[in-house]
């Protein structure tokens, strides 16, 4: 007897035609898509595959845990990071040295002008005040009081110094052996004049100039540095040199100060006054007194200054820097002055009358020239001579503007440049105001025949 065999039949076969209808209908763009379709198979399978894989190696799955950060390993990564720290930063500093200068001299812009404050005469307030401050000091002092009041003026004279520099020649190096054997270097005694952001500018004699191109300063802490001479002018004997700011310590900043440049014209006779530097040929000297005179000037073509004569002692070929008992300037120990004389006293330029040639040549402009030496008409020569107002040419520099003008010794200058001349010292004042290459009028008087004629000349400012 035949087995029959029962066909198992799935119920999603045994569903009507209507319902296959239905769902071709319902979704007909399916049906008719045969990418769609695969691609839907293919990721039902990947899915299946998942989830099998998942079932099968789910006894595996753990979670991972960070190690905990013990105190030891953060003391590690720590010093690590502040070696790498210091590393960086010695590179960052190293690379800021190293372009320090560079940067400095591209980026520098200009230098500031240097200004020198003008004189100012002191109100009657301040006279009784000082007068009355002298009058008090007068009545303390006794004979038992003379170590103490030296060194009250030797605290003085160290504040002073810092304003005070010396500037040598640098020579070979056989003439530095016997510089280094004696202990003394042909030098001269400069005064830090102004610090234009740039440069550091020492004002001094000239007499270190010749036969060399090189200068070294040497300041109050007995650093040295190499210095150019920014300015010179022959005339008077003075030279301006400079220093760069970069080149000058932290250290050596903290041992210097700018000059302050006093009121000379009210140091009066019997003043005390210090003086330091070269005055007694050899540098970094201190020497006190008093102001044995002011009444003398020194002449030189196109001006004169007033002289203060003191009787500190100095060497022939001694200079220095004069100060009050404020700290201030008022005087430059010049070896040229009464060299004729050789005097053996410290006398100095009065500085009031050299700001405005201090000022041009802080700034690296040249000073005016004309060349005439000469002297003002007083008032005595003007009633027995019958001279008209203004200064006596008494030399003409034979290679100078004066000369190729054609002035001549004997003529009397009433004007320069639309300014009336009535002595030397407006007549100065006036030639300082010109620039070189300047075209300029004069207006003289020479005598002839029939008494004194005007004379008008052109002058082109030169420099010397």
Same mark, same amino acid.
């Given at each position: ?8 039949? /799935? *119920? %999603?076969?045994?569903?009507? &035609? @209507?319902?296959?209808?239905?769902k071709? !209908? #319902?979704?007909?763009?399916? +049906?008719?898509?045969?990418e769609t ?48 720290g ?23 812009? /200009? *230098? %500031?002008?240097?200004?020198? &404050? @003008? ?5 009657e !307030? #301040?006279?009784?005040?000082? +007068? ?18 030296l ?19 640098t ?23 102004a ?9 001094a ?7 060399t191109?090189s200068?070294?300063?040497?300041f ?10 920014k ?7 003075l ?18 100060e700018?000059?302050?440049l ?7 006779q ?11 040929s ?14 003398y ?7 004169e ?8 002692s100095a ?7 004069l100060?009050?008992?404020?700290g ?15 005097s053996?006293?410290?006398?100095a ?9 201090i000022e041009?040549m ?17 008032s ?17 520099d034979p290679?100078?503007p ?36 300047q ?17 008008n ?6 420099q010397?």
């Amino acid at each position: 007897m035949p087995m029959l065999h029962r066909r198992n039949r /799935n *119920p %999603e076969q045994e569903k009507t &035609p @209507e319902n296959t209808v239905d769902k071709h !209908e #319902e979704n007909p763009q399916k +049906e008719n898509n045969p990418e769609t379709s695969q691609t839907e198979s293919a990721s039902a399978g990947d899915r299946a595959g998942e989830d099998q894989k998942s079932e099968k190696y789910s006894f595996l799955q753990e979670t991972i845990k960070p190690e905990p950060l013990s105190r030891e390993r953060l003391f590690r990564q720590s010093a690590r990071l502040a070696l790498y720290g210091v590393i960086l930063g010695i590179f960052a500093c190293l690379g800021f040295f190293t372009l320090k200068p560079w940067a400095e001299q591209v980026f520098q812009g /200009n *230098p %500031e002008t240097v200004t020198i &404050p @003008e004189d100012e005469e002191p109100s009657e !307030e #301040e006279q009784e005040a000082e +007068e009355e401050k002298t009058q008090e000091t007068e009545q303390k002092l006794d004979a038992l009081s003379y170590e103490e009041m030296l060194q009250s003026i030797y605290t003085l004279a160290g504040e002073a110094k810092k304003s005070v520099a010396t500037v040598s020649r640098t020579s070979s190096e056989e003439e530095d052996w016997a510089d280094e054997t004696t202990g003394i270097e042909d030098s001269v005694t400069g005064i830090i004049t102004a610090d234009n952001g740039q440069e550091l500018l020492i004002f001094a004699a000239d007499s270190v100039c010749s036969g060399t191109k090189s200068w070294t300063v040497t300041f109050a802490d007995s650093s040295r540095y190499a210095a150019t001479l920014k300015m010179r002018d022959r005339n008077r004997s003075l030279a301006v040199f400079s220093i760069p700011r970069a080149d000058i310590s932290s250290a050596t900043w903290s041992s210097v100060e700018v000059a302050v440049l006093g009121n000379s014209n009210l140091v009066q006779q019997g003043e005390p006054v210090i003086a330091l530097g070269n005055t007694f040929s050899y540098a970094d000297g201190i020497g006190y007194g008093i102001i044995s005179s002011t009444d003398y000037k020194e002449t030189f073509y196109d001006g004169e200054c007033d002289i203060l004569a003191t009787d500190i002692s100095a060497a022939t070929d001694g200079s220095g820097v004069l100060f009050n008992m404020q700290g201030e300037v008022v005087g430059l120990v010049m070896p040229s002055i009464w060299e004729d004389k050789e005097s053996n006293t410290a006398n100095a330029y009065s500085i009031s009358d050299l700001k405005s040639v201090i000022e041009l040549m802080a700034n690296g402009e040249k000073v005016p020239y004309i060349g005439v030496y000469a002297t003002t008409v007083t008032s005595r020569l003007k009633e027995e001579q019958g001279m008209p107002e203004g200064i006596y040419v008494i030399d003409v520099d034979p290679d100078s503007p004066a000369m190729a003008a054609g002035i001549q010794s004997g003529d009397i200058i009433c004007e320069i440049n639309g300014e009336e001349v009535s002595s030397l010292v407006t007549y100065q004042r006036a030639a300082l105001e010109t620039r070189t290459d300047q075209e300029i009028e004069i207006r003289g008087m020479r005598l002839g025949a029939d008494g004194y004629v005007d004379v008008n000349y052109t002058v082109t400012v030169g420099q010397k």
